[in-house]
């Protein structure tokens, strides 16, 4: 069965610096791979996602992910951080065959500071 | 940009009294998912359906859950007798199927509130 850890229930970074969120995952296919942001009080928007390919993928609002099969992981970056970056940040595997459902981690809630 | 919408916003209910929370998936989709959230825990898949049918459910959805597509554009979640723990944020979720459609997009969802 798929599963997604995330290190760190929150992070806090200040303005202009780098952020990385980090995600783990176990799976037992290859795996499809997805970053989310909840920002307050709104649903989930796609940030990004792995799927095949290029194992470094970029998504919207300059955040990018790296898959990296040895280590089993999908770290969410940006080089600098904004304010409007705080929210939340869940990573998710596809279970890939029959309905597909993603399996969460428990998030990552971003702070920046100014 | 089509995208998925959930009314109501938000639902304050009394133990045991029935909800039915309303999705409109993004109109060319053909798979539609029920996730909840409780407050500061993940996000867990509910239930999964495509061609009018339940396509797989967790060990969450039990008999007090139903789903239901009663028309062409809406998909709906009720629970029947609702308790304390179903106090979550449910979201929907709607994907095209096919090769490469492998994105869910998620409406911003119901904040269910069971007093």
């Known amino acids: 069965a798929q599963s997604v850890t995330q290190l760190g229930s929150h992070v806090s970074v200040s303005e202009g610096a780098l952020v990385l969120l980090r995600c783990n995952y176990s799976?037992?296919?290859?795996?499809?791979l997805f970053w989310y942001v909840q920002y307050p009080n709104q649903g989930l928007q796609l940030l990004l996602k792995y799927t095949t390919g290029a194992t470094l993928v970029k998504g919207i609002n300059g955040f990018e992910a790296e898959f990296k099969k040895s280590e089993t992981s999908f770290h969410l970056t940006k080089p600098s951080a904004h304010m409007s970056d705080a929210a939340e940040y869940f990573c998710?595997?596809?279970?890939?065959?029959?309905?597909?459902?993603?399996?969460f981690g428990k998030g990552t809630k971003l702070t920046v500071n100014p | 940009e089509p995208e998925v919408t959930q009314t109501p916003s938000h639902q304050v209910t009394q133990m045991g009294q029935e909800v039915i929370l309303r999705c409109v998936p993004i109109?060319?989709?053909?798979?539609f998912y029920w996730y909840r959230q409780i407050l500061g825990q993940k996000v867990e898949f509910l239930v999964s359906?495509?061609?009018?049918?339940?396509?797989?459910k967790s060990e969450i959805f039990d008999d007090q859950f139903s789903v239901e597509r009663p028309d062409g554009s809406n998909f709906t979640l009720k629970i029947r007798s609702t308790k304390l723990e179903d106090s979550a944020m449910y979201f929907c979720a709607s994907r095209k199927t096919g090769v490469g459609t492998d994105t869910q997009y998620f409406g911003p969802g119901t904040r269910l509130t069971v007093l």
């Open positions: 998710a595997v596809n279970t890939q065959g029959g309905s597909e459902k993603l399996v």
């Open positions: 359906f495509y061609n009018n049918e339940i396509s797989e």
């Open positions: 799976s037992s296919v290859p795996p499809y």
């Open positions: 109109s060319n989709h053909l798979y």
